[in-house]
């Protein structure tokens, strides 16, 4: 073996580089191909049956939701009767007069509370109420199963029955069945739950119900796929009774062997998608033969081999060109890498389109770039420090304000002058209102307190001509909004409307809540003006209508109103509660 070895290695070395790459590449080519041939075969095979499973079990959850929104009502309006007096008074006054049938009075009374059912309702066939006493009672809107139920119950204890032993123990709760469980009826045509029912006063049961359901509507909910192959099949099983399928969409289909595989959790024939219903208990199931999935995987084989095989030949012919081209590039990329070790970084060699030119020019790139990164790196670190060091003193600025405007505060006190104090107060109240500790977002509260401030700080300089009134409704008081949207249009109010009349004047704040939405209105009694576009030029209006729509959306703003010689309006338009904010107002 060694021998044969070394004999084949002296045989490979004879070779020159271009009949070694030849050899290399064609014998690599044909294993790949085997390799990636027999392994994408199966991995699409396995690929293909897990995509459909999933595919068809999101179809399959539809399908379920689908009942569920149909059974829904049904339920709804069958628990909704228990509420019903009457039903509650012909169930427990019941006794056992021989008679197997409810009085001719009594049946009237069912049949007008339980065609809220069977007439209204298109899935539900028909329906039967039972009491403790042998009495019985049977409505249907197709007419049909009446006579032959009364006479099996003629003969029959509804109590001895399978079906009743299993809806007693659910105590109330709805027991769905595949089929009909009525004597005197055809129990494969409809499926039906069965329910206790309990006095909802007393929770004492006071007989029975069975309300059948057209199979046909089983089929209404099955969403089906673009279906393009021709196994397969839906059906509707029921997981506590392993027998015959609820629905089955298909004639064609081995109904037993199909059950039995899926009952089993056998793979082999058929790959099963499923889902389950929670109202019914049953199971939404989609089945199909895995010989028809195995086509795409089988084609996809063969696709593959037959390019394997086309590959073997274009290697043939390009293996010697190839061994030509690819020492130049790497040449020049040793060359490079060589300098760069010893310390270059400044690489101007160019390189040719191929891939290892490609590789050749993203080093080069990389080490031209580091140098201009590492120079930017720099100056970002210096801009950052500087940036925190202007931070820091804008923290400290209104700190150092505050503490001013308290010293001459104080010194007013002291001097007596209390209009100066008052004014000092006003103005470093205001300031601080201002800043709001630097937040985005005010109360309504506050941002009116900041107005108050300001009119007192206007009427100590134009000596008490403006009046202001603030009518803004309790409950949005601790409601949050932007700062600084309502002073500018005091601001505007009073030098443009109140400060140009002769007189006194005066400016009112209204505020309330409309459906989901913040109204307020800034009304002045001043000259008014007769081109609104104007209120509109200015920049702190527009800075204040830009913020508006910025933070809350286009459909809110600002409006004017303007008539000359009687004053201005102006309504800002919010909503109450702002995005990302779980509370619209704080709770004090």
Same mark, same amino acid.
Request: glycine share 6%.
């Given at each position: 073996? &060694?021998?044969? #070895?070394?004999?084949?290695?002296?045989?490979?070395?004879?070779?020159?580089?271009?009949?070694?790459?030849?050899?290399?590449?064609?014998?690599?080519?044909?294993?790949?191909?085997?390799?990636?041939?027999?392994?994408?075969?199966?991995?699409?095979?396995?690929?293909?049956?897990?995509?459909?499973?999933?595919?068809?079990?999101?179809?399959?959850?539809?399908?379920?939701?689908?009942?569920?929104?149909?059974?829904?009502?049904?339920?709804?309006?069958?628990?909704?009767?228990?509420?019903?007096?009457?039903?509650?008074?012909?169930?427990?006054?019941?006794?056992?007069?021989?008679?197997?049938?409810?009085?001719?009075?009594?049946?009237?009374?069912?049949?007008?509370?339980?065609?809220? @059912?069977?007439?209204?309702?298109?899935?539900?066939?028909? $329906?039967?109420?039972?009491?403790?006493?042998?009495?019985?009672?049977?409505?249907?809107?197709?007419?049909?199963?009446?006579? !032959?139920?009364?006479?099996?119950?003629?003969?029959?204890? #509804?109590?001895?029955?399978?079906?009743?032993?299993?809806?007693?123990?659910?105590?109330?709760?709805?027991? %769905?069945?595949?089929?009909?469980?009525?004597?005197?009826?055809?129990?494969?045509?409809? $499926?039906? #739950?069965?329910?206790?029912?309990?006095?909802?006063?007393?929770? +004492?049961?006071? =007989? *029975?119900?069975?309300?059948?359901? !057209?199979?046909?509507?089983?089929?209404?909910?099955?969403?089906?796929?673009?279906?393009?192959?021709?196994?397969?099949?839906?059906?509707?099983?029921?997981?506590?009774?392993?027998?015959?399928?609820?629905?089955?969409?298909?004639?064609?289909?081995?109904?037993?062997?199909?059950?039995?595989?899926?009952?089993?959790? !056998?793979? &082999?024939?058929?790959? %099963?998608?499923?889902?389950?219903?929670?109202?019914? =208990?049953?199971?939404?199931?989609?089945?199909?033969?895995?010989?028809?999935?195995?086509?795409?995987?089988?084609?996809?084989?063969?696709?593959?081999?037959?390019? /394997?095989?086309?590959?073997?030949?274009?290697?043939?012919?390009?293996?010697?060109? @190839?061994?030509?081209?690819?020492?130049?590039?790497?040449?020049?990329?040793? &060359? +490079?890498?060589?300098?760069?070790?010893?310390?270059?970084?400044?690489? !101007?060699?160019?390189?040719?389109?191929?891939?290892?030119?490609?590789?050749?020019?993203? %080093?080069?790139?990389?080490?031209?770039?580091?140098?201009?990164?590492?120079?930017?790196?720099?100056?970002?670190?210096?801009?950052?420090?500087?940036?925190?060091?202007?931070?820091?003193?804008?923290?400290?600025?209104?700190?150092?304000?505050?503490?001013?405007?308290?010293? @001459?505060? *104080?010194?007013?006190?002291?001097?007596?002058?209390?209009?100066?104090?008052?004014?000092?107060?006003?103005?470093?109240?205001? %300031?601080?209102?201002?800043?709001?500790?630097?937040?985005?977002?005010?109360?309504?509260?506050?941002?009116?307190?900041?107005?108050?401030?300001?009119?007192?700080?206007?009427?100590?300089?134009?000596?008490?001509?403006?009046?202001?009134?603030?009518?803004?409704?309790?409950?949005?008081?601790?409601?949050?909004?932007?700062?600084?949207?309502?002073?500018?249009?005091?601001?505007?109010?009073?030098?443009?409307?109140?400060?140009?009349?002769? /007189?006194?004047?005066?400016?009112?704040?209204? /505020?309330?809540?409309?459906?989901?939405?913040?109204?307020?209105?800034?009304?002045?009694?001043? +000259?008014?003006?007769?081109?609104?576009?104007?209120?509109?030029?200015?920049?702190?209006?527009?800075?204040?209508?830009?913020?508006?729509?910025?933070?809350?959306?286009?459909?809110?703003?600002?409006?004017?109103?303007?008539?000359?010689?009687?004053?201005?309006? +102006?309504?800002?338009?919010?909503?109450?509660?702002? &995005?990302?904010?779980?509370?619209? *107002?704080?709770?004090?």
């Amino acid at each position: 073996m &060694k021998s044969r #070895f070394l004999n084949g290695w002296k045989w490979w070395r004879r070779h020159n580089i271009r009949d070694q790459i030849f050899m290399s590449m064609l014998f690599l080519t044909i294993l790949a191909t085997g390799v990636l041939g027999t392994v994408s075969y199966h991995m699409e095979k396995t690929t293909i049956e897990e995509n459909y499973r999933q595919s068809y079990e999101t179809m399959l959850k539809n399908s379920s939701k689908i009942l569920d929104l149909k059974l829904k009502p049904i339920i709804d309006k069958e628990r909704s009767i228990l509420t019903d007096a009457t039903l509650c008074e012909v169930l427990e006054r019941g006794q056992k007069d021989g008679d197997h049938e409810f009085t001719r009075e009594d049946q009237k009374a069912l049949e007008k509370i339980l065609t809220n @059912i069977t007439f209204q309702e298109e899935a539900v066939s028909s $329906v039967a109420v039972m009491d403790f006493y042998g009495h019985h009672f049977f409505l249907s809107n197709i007419n049909k199963g009446g006579l !032959s139920f009364y006479n099996y119950y003629k003969e029959h204890r #509804f109590q001895d029955e399978s079906w009743y032993k299993k809806t007693a123990a659910n105590a109330g709760k709805e027991v %769905f069945w595949g089929q009909g469980v009525l004597g005197g009826e055809d129990t494969e045509e409809v $499926v039906c #739950f069965t329910k206790i029912l309990n006095n909802p006063s007393t929770g +004492v049961p006071m =007989g *029975c119900m069975i309300l059948n359901l !057209s199979r046909r509507m089983l089929g209404e909910s099955i969403v089906e796929g673009d279906e393009e192959y021709h196994t397969s099949v839906y059906m509707i099983v029921d997981e506590a009774q392993k027998g015959i399928p609820v629905y089955l969409n298909s004639e064609d289909a081995d109904t037993k062997q199909l059950v039995s595989d899926y009952f089993s959790g !056998s793979d &082999k024939r058929y790959v %099963f998608s499923s889902a389950q219903n929670e109202t019914t =208990g049953w199971s939404f199931v989609n089945a199909i033969a895995k010989n028809e999935l195995s086509i795409t995987s089988r084609y996809v084989r063969n696709v593959v081999f037959s390019l /394997g095989g086309i590959i073997v030949v274009l290697s043939f012919f390009l293996a010697r060109q @190839i061994s030509k081209s690819i020492t130049k590039p790497l040449k020049q990329l040793e &060359k +490079v890498i060589c300098d760069v070790g010893e310390g270059e970084r400044n690489i !101007s060699e160019e390189f040719d389109d191929s891939e290892v030119g490609m590789i050749g020019r993203k %080093f080069k790139e990389m080490v031209n770039t580091n140098l201009e990164l590492s120079e930017r790196l720099m100056s970002v670190k210096l801009n950052e420090r500087e940036a925190e060091l202007l931070l820091l003193q804008a923290q400290i600025n209104p700190h150092f304000l505050y503490n001013t405007l308290d010293s @001459i505060y *104080c010194v007013a006190i002291i001097h007596g002058d209390d209009q100066i104090a008052e004014m000092i107060l006003a103005l470093s109240n205001n %300031f601080k209102l201002s800043l709001n500790n630097g937040e985005k977002y005010i109360t309504v509260e506050d941002s009116v307190r900041r107005v108050e401030e300001y009119m007192k700080l206007q009427n100590m300089r134009y000596q008490d001509r403006f009046e202001l009134r603030i009518e803004v409704e309790p409950e949005i008081r601790n409601c949050r909004i932007i700062s600084f949207i309502l002073q500018p249009f005091v601001e505007n109010a009073m030098y443009h409307g109140l400060e140009p009349k002769m /007189g006194k004047g005066s400016i009112r704040i209204t /505020g309330k809540r409309a459906d989901t939405n913040l109204i307020f209105e800034i009304i002045d009694d001043g +000259v008014g003006i007769d081109d609104l576009s104007r209120l509109e030029s200015g920049y702190g209006i527009r800075n204040v209508k830009e913020r508006i729509q910025l933070n809350y959306g286009s459909e809110y703003g600002v409006t004017f109103e303007s008539e000359p010689g009687k004053g201005t309006t +102006v309504r800002i338009t919010i909503p109450e509660k702002m &995005k990302g904010m779980e509370k619209a *107002c704080i709770d004090w």
